[in-house]
């Protein structure tokens, strides 16, 4: 089974700043992606980056890097240049690659709150 | 391009009754899934549907079935509700068999009383 574990029930951070929002994950098995979706107060979850396993460089999509550490099972998204606009719940999940599942299975979140 | 529609977007309903989720995937999306977030708390997965068979189902009771049509919609019906069926409920769709490019719509917003 996949686990995600998000320790940050909350974060502030000032507008402009840069921030980090913890994932750690736990699989045992070899092939999966790990991704990040924003969920602002309407509900709906934005796609924000994905990070395969096999994949050795960190991805990076604009204002968003994933800090990939396979070793330590964690999967860190850093938002460079916080902006209002970014205050939001912010989900990180799983999925294996391959085989008969097809599920994202998804921590708990962290809200976000940018200070002007 | 439209994304992914749901509908209603809020609904009320009594504990036992039944209840019926629409979902409309993305275009050229062919795949459907169906989560639920309780209030504070991750998305769940319940099932998906590909080739309106369903493909994959979470640890969710029969009471929650679902139904696939030929032009990839779906609806996600619940029966005899119970208060803890509260939640938003998401449908996400994407294409065939990946697992990226999930699209998520913005949600049911159930609440049982």
């Known amino acids: 089974a996949q686990k995600i574990t998000q320790t940050q029930p909350g974060m502030f951070v000032q507008e402009k700043e840069a921030v980090t929002l913890d994932c750690t994950y736990d699989?045992?098995?070899?092939?999966?992606?790990l991704f990040w979706y924003k969920q602002p107060s309407s509900g709906e979850m934005i796609f924000l980056i994905y990070q395969g396993s096999y994949d050795e460089q960190n991805a990076t999509e604009g204002r968003y890097s994933l800090n990939f550490q396979k070793a330590r099972k964690s999967a860190n998204l850093v938002i460079s240049a916080s902006q209002l606009g970014d205050s939001a719940m912010y989900f990180c999940a799983m999925s294996l690659v391959g085989g008969s599942n097809y599920k994202l299975t998804f921590g708990k979140g962290t809200l976000l709150t940018v200070n002007p | 391009d439209a994304g992914v529609t749901q509908s209603p977007t809020h609904l009320i309903k009594t504990r036992g009754q039944q209840v019926t989720l629409r979902c409309s995937p993305k275009s050229g999306h062919d795949t459907v899934s169906w989560y639920q977030q309780a209030l504070g708390q991750g998305p769940q997965f319940i099932f998906q549907?590909?080739?309106?068979?369903?493909?994959q189902r979470g640890n969710f009771p029969d009471r929650f079935s679902g139904h696939q049509f030929p032009n990839y919609s779906s609806e996600l019906n619940v029966n005899a509700l119970l208060l803890g069926d509260s939640a938003l409920y998401l449908c996400a769709s994407n294409s065939g068999t990946g697992i990226y490019g999930y699209t998520f719509g913005s949600g049911t917003r159930l609440t049982v009383v």
């Open positions: 699989t045992s098995d070899q092939s999966y992606g």
């Open positions: 549907y590909y080739e309106e068979e369903e493909r």
